[in-house]
């Protein structure tokens, strides 16, 4: 049988230990595709291929920190959906406040208002500074004024937030990237209504950085404390070391230099295929959880860099501190080289498991390639000692998930202005993983074609990866 498209207060620092997941060995994994649905039409239009979903990301389960719950939130369109991954239904769905406001990021994070109690918030981004901040469990949301991101450089008319994340630690700061090229963090925690505050209050600015280009992703790594950018610029990073957070410092007082990540050379031949402007486009930056290593995707390299932020800061003889540090440029020496497609289009965000040892991204055929980073960083740095060889490294995904050549989209076929997807459900524009406390694990992928793609995990005794298989 064919498969269907269906149509549908206080501090917040968390110890490390109520952050730890349980590792799982993905060697034996392989993902059936069980759900996929387009639900972020403009005017509920089934056949709608023109609207992008850009982001996904699933819930944290609040009772087993380090797992997920089995809701997975999409934004597209000027829409948010809450899509339960196991029956493929959506559960709820949220619109910006103008219907000329596209939505373009998101993120999750878990609040502790007080009193024993607990509450996962979703933050929200999009266009004209748009930022809402979503308490699902009661289904409403706040509408964030942008008169105090116009203060830092932000304009209303002419950007958009284009990435966002939360610190891992204090869950209250958010991050917000826009394509102005600022870099904002914001003070979430009483915010109304999981606050105890009577009145709500809008986000309080913590502090805010530049980078002279168009932010495409952050990610903050919480065993380097730092926080990473992608950008069309190149790669850059903040040391978190001497922040303080307290509510008394004035956003001027948290003034951070950046340091500039340098990328491996590429050969002439590359080179000579690129644009000059595209050298140095970092689209995807993704820290690894449980780990110092990052995961960072250039554009139009075929390549993911995978490299040690930690050992490349100690390795350096630059001090980080404030009061000398005037900015750097450090080059990255990756511990391992992951082949990917070799597509010229940009923007496919990568997605890691929350134990870290698996890592997503998809292409521009509807396709996510799924790398299993468990084998051993330091054999591959013995190698790289021995054989100052880049292609010797170059690790092939050990599997990789394609567009379901069965999956049938009779509304798209049937509506004649409308022209039929040639064989694929178009760029996977981000691709995110969960692990249940049962042990479930699904993989969820959003497609510029309108569609949210769900895939399951199941056992396979006989299988064994290509990556392990090749050590």
């Known amino acids: 049988m064919k498969r269907k498209l269906t149509y549908g207060g206080e501090d917040q620092e968390l110890s490390d230990s109520d952050s730890r997941t349980p590792a799982i060995h993905y060697g034996n994994k392989l993902f059936e595709p069980i759900h996929f649905l387009r639900c972020h039409s403009k005017k509920n239009d089934p056949a709608d291929v023109q609207t992008q979903v850009w982001q ?43 219907s000329s406001v596209l939505l373009f990021s998101l993120a999750w994070t878990t609040m502790h208002p007080g009193g024993g109690r607990r509450c996962n918030i979703l933050a929200v981004g999009g266009s004209k500074c748009y930022l809402q901040l979503i308490l699902p469990s009661k289904s409403c949301s706040l509408l964030s004024s942008t008169t105090f991101l116009n203060s830092i450089g932000f304009n209303k008319m002419k950007d958009h937030i284009s990435c966002m994340g939360f610190h891992p630690s204090r869950r209250n700061v958010l991050f917000c990237g826009g394509s102005s090229g600022f870099i904002a963090a914001l003070d979430i925690a009483q915010c109304h209504p999981w606050s105890d505050s009577p009145e709500p209050k809008l986000p309080q600015l913590l502090l805010s950085v530049f980078t002279h280009s168009e932010v495409f992703s952050l990610s903050f790594s919480k065993n380097a404390n730092i926080l990473l950018s992608g950008c069309n610029s190149g790669l850059f990073g903040w040391v ?70 930690k050992a490349t800061l100690e390795n350096s003889a630059i001090s980080y501190k404030k009061s000398d540090f005037k900015g750097a440029r450090l080059k990255i020496s990756p511990v391992k080289y992951l082949r990917w497609s070799d597509t010229d289009d940009y923007f496919m965000a990568m997605g890691c498991s929350p134990d870290g040892n698996l890592l997503g991204c998809g292409d521009d055929e509807g396709g996510v390639w799924l790398y299993n980073l468990c084998s051993n960083v330091a054999e591959h740095k013995a190698k790289r000692a021995k054989k100052n060889d880049d292609d010797l490294l170059l690790k092939e995904p050990y599997q990789r ?42 993989l969820a992928a959003v497609t510029s074609t309108n569609l949210v793609c769900i895939w ?15 050590d």
């Open 240 to 309: 978190m070391d001497e922040i303080k957070w307290e509510k008394n410092v004035q956003p001027h007082q948290r003034r951070l230099s950046s340091i500039e990540f340098e990328l491996p050379e590429m050969t002439d031949e590359k080179l000579a295929e690129m644009d000059s402007d595209d050298n140095n486009l970092v689209d995807s930056v993704v820290c690894i959880p449980e780990s110092t290593l990052v995961a960072t995707k250039c554009a139009l390299r075929g390549v993911i860099y995978i490299w040690d932020v």
């Open 456 to 470: 399951r995990a199941f056992d396979d005794e006989g299988f064994q990866s290509r990556d392990e298989s090749s």
């Open 56 to 98: 996904c990301a699933f819930e944290p389960d609040m009772n087993s920190p380090g797992h997920n719950t089995n809701l997975v939130a999409t934004c597209g369109g000027n829409s948010v959906c809450l899509i339960d991954a196991v029956t493929g239904g959506v559960v709820k769905k949220f619109y910006s406040e103008q």
């Open 401 to 442: 998930l394609l567009w379901p050549s069965s999956l049938e989209d009779p509304e798209v076929q049937n509506a004649r202005k409308v022209k039929r997807l040639e064989g694929h459900g178009g760029v996977i524009d981000q691709v995110s993983m969960c692990v249940t406390q049962s042990g479930s694990i699904h």
